[in-house]
């Protein structure tokens, strides 16, 4: 994957995307992409924690017992060297001393000197390329400096001034790369220079609708008030409570409307229909009356509604075969009966 960075006010956000989308817009889509602050400083995190003093000290105690096998291993190197080059020697005396005349001695005694002669300049080349290899001896001023580095590093690194290309410049020279696994959290296998490994784990990072979409707690709390108080209704008692939208907005009635669409929950109407409860003209049809009858029974207290929603409209539940007395009109009244009140004495 590769880092870009955008920036955003007076920050830079890193943002990690796949190389192959560079070349194959035809499979764009498979390409993980996604945000890095959160491993950005989870990785700074790890960098300054391995520049420790004692992961230093351990570092130059290593340093010291590899140099201290470079240095048997150079006189060895060295002792191949002295060896070849007494062959040499050997074969040049060899050639020297043979007779002239007998030609085939010569000629055998020249062939294994030039072989010797190739094995030296071999062993001398060797010799060289591994020296320049090989790491110089840290004296004791140098081991000052790198130990210092323990304290210089955090305060560089964690510094607000400091660029973000010194940081990426100290990354490059501790990692030697870093794999990530895009799960349901980001899993960062990170190899250090020299072959040192490291995983970490960090939570995955939310998309914009994750970042602002209402909270399971309040969806939960908009499902139970559902069950006795209309939208409105309940976007005041959220209001009442301090809560706000995913939005970070304060709840109106349209919102919770928006919100039971969006994760499917149960409307009030069809919670109390569920319920049993019947509609103005199911109730106008037991009890053989008008419809506006049926609304005026119910504010005066004969009949029990529900409201549903924020127009008021309401379900009512079953008023029974039984006539009611309705002291507002003087009448008893049944399905299809009217009875007049007794004369007064």
Not at 19 to 34: K, Y
Not at 185 to 209: D, H, N, S, Y
Not at 314 to 320: A, F, K, R, T, V
């Amino acid at each position: 994957m590769m880092v870009h960075y955008r920036k955003n006010g007076d920050s830079l956000i890193p943002e990690y995307f796949c190389r192959e989308s560079n070349f194959n817009t035809t499979r764009r889509a498979q390409c993980q992409q996604m945000l890095g602050g959160d491993l950005d400083a989870a990785i700074g995190k790890l960098l300054v924690e391995a520049m420790t003093p004692m992961t230093l000290e351990v570092a130059l105690g290593v340093q010291a017992e590899i140099q201290s096998r470079w240095e048997e291993a150079n006189r060895l190197r060295r002792a191949q060297v002295d060896r070849a080059q007494y062959e040499v020697q050997l074969a040049q005396r060899r050639y020297m001393q043979v007779d002239p005349a007998n030609r085939l001695v010569a000629d055998a005694l020249e062939t294994d000197w030039n072989e010797k002669l190739r094995a030296l300049k071999n062993a001398q080349e060797e010799y060289e390329r591994q020296c320049r290899s090989d790491r110089s001896v840290i004296d004791a001023a140098q081991r000052e400096r790198i130990l210092a580095l323990a304290t210089d590093f955090a305060k560089l690194w964690e510094s607000p001034d400091a660029p973000a290309r010194e940081r990426k410049r100290i990354v490059r020279l501790m990692l030697e790369d870093v794999t990530l696994i895009k799960d349901k959290e980001i899993t960062a296998q990170v190899r250090f220079k020299g072959g040192a490994t490291r995983t970490i784990t960090v939570p995955r990072p939310v998309t914009a609708w994750e970042k602002w979409k209402t909270s399971p707690e309040i969806v939960a709390e908009i499902d139970r008030l559902l069950e006795q108080h209309t939208t409105r209704e309940i976007a005041n008692i959220l209001n009442e409570r301090g809560l706000s939208s995913g939005t970070n907005q304060a709840f109106t009635g349209n919102r919770v409307i928006g919100i039971l669409q969006r994760y499917g929950l149960k409307p009030r109407r069809e919670r109390l229909r569920q319920a049993g409860l019947l509609t103005q003209q199911e109730v106008a049809e037991i009890l053989g009356v008008s419809e506006g009858t049926v609304s005026r029974k119910c504010k005066r207290g004969l009949i029990r509604g529900h409201v549903y929603n924020d127009r008021g409209d309401s379900l009512y539940e079953d008023p029974g075969p039984a006539p009611m007395y309705d002291a507002g009109e003087g009448v008893l009244q049944g399905k299809k009966n009217r009875i007049a009140r007794p004369p007064r004495n």
